[in-house]
């Protein structure tokens, strides 16, 4: 049982956009930064989105994420086929003695 | 640029301890405000934070393993170390070593992962 729920699972057709939601509580999402990362098959984990909203270097723009209270989104536009893959959420819970809280993870299929 | 190699045994026997040490290149690990970290995945399932050693030496550990996990670091070797005692057949899984700057959860930068495998 992971602390943020998301969708185990997602999917869309290429050029659509789709959405993949996180939810938390208050001592995670609702007071501090949400992080997502990609996860290609058979691949380690890649940040995509950082401090709700930002994108690192080399992440396109059709990747978006926002936060709203204790739930997060992330938003992929013009859906391609190579981003198929898991997607996960995750944030500083400052529960007990702090730690690292991650979503159980969203399979996109690409139809 | 900074690469991470995971690096130790493939297989580990129930009630043993798991030992692995991530290599850091192209940066030093006692250099910058980063979050040297493990976080693993059981096969098929989702990713699970096991904890951190700081630059400056403390750690923080995620509480369901906390008794039994211990991170250090070997600066003259460059390198950062897991420990987890006791393992059971649920501790399978791939181990990612791995670097955050800033705050823990913004985790820039993953060794490739290990497959480490409990079984008699």
């Known amino acids: 049982q992971s602390v943020l729920t998301q969708p185990p699972s997602a999917s869309g057709t290429p050029g659509q956009r789709v959405t993949i939601s996180c939810s938390g509580s208050s001592s995670n999402i609702g007071s501090n930064y949400v992080y997502w990362y990609q996860q290609l098959p058979g691949t380690a984990p890649k940040l995509l989105i950082y401090?709700?909203?930002q994108r690192p270097s080399g992440v396109p723009d059709r990747f978006s994420g926002s936060k709203s209270g204790t739930s997060a989104s992330l938003a992929i536009s013009g859906l391609r086929s190579e981003d198929e893959a898991d997607y996960y959420c995750a944030a500083w819970d400052d529960s007990l003695s702090g730690d690292v809280v991650f979503g159980g993870g969203t399979k996109l299929t690409v139809l | 640029q900074v690469q991470l190699q995971e690096s130790g045994p493939g297989l580990v026997k129930p009630s043993e301890t798991l030992s692995l040490t991530c290599t850091v290149s192209?940066?030093?690990?006692?250099?910058?405000?980063?979050?040297w970290s493990w976080i693993r995945q059981p096969p098929g399932k989702g990713l699970e934070w096991i904890g951190y050693i700081y630059y400056s030496g403390s750690t923080n550990y995620n509480p369901s393993l906390k008794s039994r996990v211990t991170i250090s670091v070997d600066t003259s070797k460059n390198q950062f170390s897991l420990k987890l005692s006791s393992v059971t057949a649920a501790d399978t899984a791939v181990y990612y070593c791995?670097?955050?700057?800033?705050?823990?959860?913004?985790?820039?930068?993953w060794g490739q992962g290990t497959l480490v495998t409990v079984s008699s």
């Open positions: 401090r709700n909203n």
């Open positions: 791995a670097s955050a700057g800033v705050v823990p959860a913004a985790i820039s930068l």
């Open positions: 192209g940066g030093s690990v006692s250099s910058g405000s980063y979050y």
